[in-house]
Each structure stands twice: as C-alpha cells, then as structure tokens.
C-alpha cells in the first residue's frame, strides 16, 4: 500500500561536495527536522509518523516542526501519534496549515504549551468520535460497540480538556456536534497558542 504522505511530493537538486543529487521534496524536509501530517490518519501513515520522529529525537534534540492539514481519521491511529509526540524531550513546533479536524485537531491541542500555531485562514473542527460502517450483530456485540464507542468519547474529550484548560462538561458540550472553529476561535478555545503569519 501507498503512503499517502509521499504522493504528491516531488523531486529536487540538492547540492553535496558529490555534486548535485536528486532527493525527494519530502526527504529534504525530513533532514530539516519537518514532520507533515496530512491526508487521512491511517494506521499505515501513523506508524510512518512515528517512526520518524522517533528517529529524529534519536539523533539530536534540536526542535521539531510538525504541519497538520488533515480531515483526521482512524482514533486509535491517531492516539498512538498522540502519545508518542507527548513522550518526545525534543521541543516540537505545531502548526495548522489548513485544517486539522476530529482526530487531527486532537493532535494539534496536544502539542506544547505555546508552540501550538495555526495560520490565519486554518480552521479546527472538533466532535464526538464517528461509527463508520454499518453496525450489525448480536445485542451483545453492538452493547459492546457502544461502550467502545463511549469510551474513545470519554478519552478523546479528557485529552481536549487536559490541553484546552476547559472543563470536562464544557468539552463534551463542546463535541456534542461537528463544532468548526476559525483561527482565532480555536485560540480563544485553547487549541492553538498563537496565530502566525509565517511559518
């Protein structure tokens, strides 16, 4: 399968004591210590994410800058990016470069405390966890769907209320619908830190 994260990115000359080299757009910015999140979150895109800024804290403690522009996707793909950027001692830099919605917009609340950026024509979406698919089976398996459903709800919104500083009850009041947020909406929220200009 594909990795989503590399399609669109071309080619360019990058000049060694070799002489000129022809390496990926996304490998010049990966030797910059830049990070993209965008797409759908998949697993396959998660364990790519993480295995790069995994090795990038291995090799130097310098900063980290991360760019989010995704629609979100797969939660438990998304937690596992979570947990690893908070585990990092690396400083990281987060910006919103166009949206960064449901699972996307989780991560970007998750980032540090003022390095969490967005440009001024981003926007943030929050809501509740979604159920794709048709749901079928017994009682049994779909109250079992449910209470999955209701737990990802219920840790979903405690990591919003932990980096928002808002309350629990604002925060499930908060996703109770798809909840768009312009830039200095999403600041005032507590999402981001700050809105830039430039990256």
Same mark, same amino acid.
């Given at each position: ?111 540090? @405390? ?6 001024? %024509?981003?926007?943030? #979406?929050?809501? *509740?966890?979604?159920?794709?698919? =048709? /749901? ?32 629990? @009850? ?6 109770? %619908?798809?909840?768009? #947020?312009?830039? *200095?909406?999403?600041?005032?929220? =507590? /999402? ?8």
């Amino acid at each position: 399968m594909k990795n989503e994260k590399y399609i669109y990115m071309p080619n360019v000359l990058e000049n060694t004591h070799n002489g000129f080299v022809e390496v990926t757009l996304a490998s010049k910015h990966f030797m910059n210590r830049k990070l993209f999140v965008y797409g759908s979150i998949t697993p396959e895109s998660a364990n790519a994410f993480v295995a790069e800024l995994m090795y990038l804290t291995d090799i130097s403690d310098e900063p980290i800058d991360i760019y989010i522009n995704s629609g979100g996707g797969e939660v438990n793909s998304g937690l596992l990016m979570y947990d690893v950027i908070q585990s990092v001692k690396s400083p990281i830099n987060i910006y919103c470069t166009g949206r960064a919605m449901s699972m996307a917009a989780i991560l970007l609340a998750g980032g540090q @405390k003022g390095r969490r950026f967005i440009l001024p %024509h981003s926007e943030v #979406m929050i809501h *509740e966890p979604l159920i794709t698919g =048709g /749901i079928g089976g017994s009682a049994s398996s779909i109250r079992d769907i449910s209470d999955s459903i209701l737990n990802t709800k219920k840790i979903t919104n405690e990591i919003l209320a932990k980096h928002t500083g808002k309350t629990l @009850k604002t925060i499930d009041k908060a996703t109770l %619908h798809d909840n768009y #947020m312009t830039a *200095e909406e999403s600041v005032k929220f =507590g /999402i981001c830190d700050q809105v830039v200009d430039s990256l």
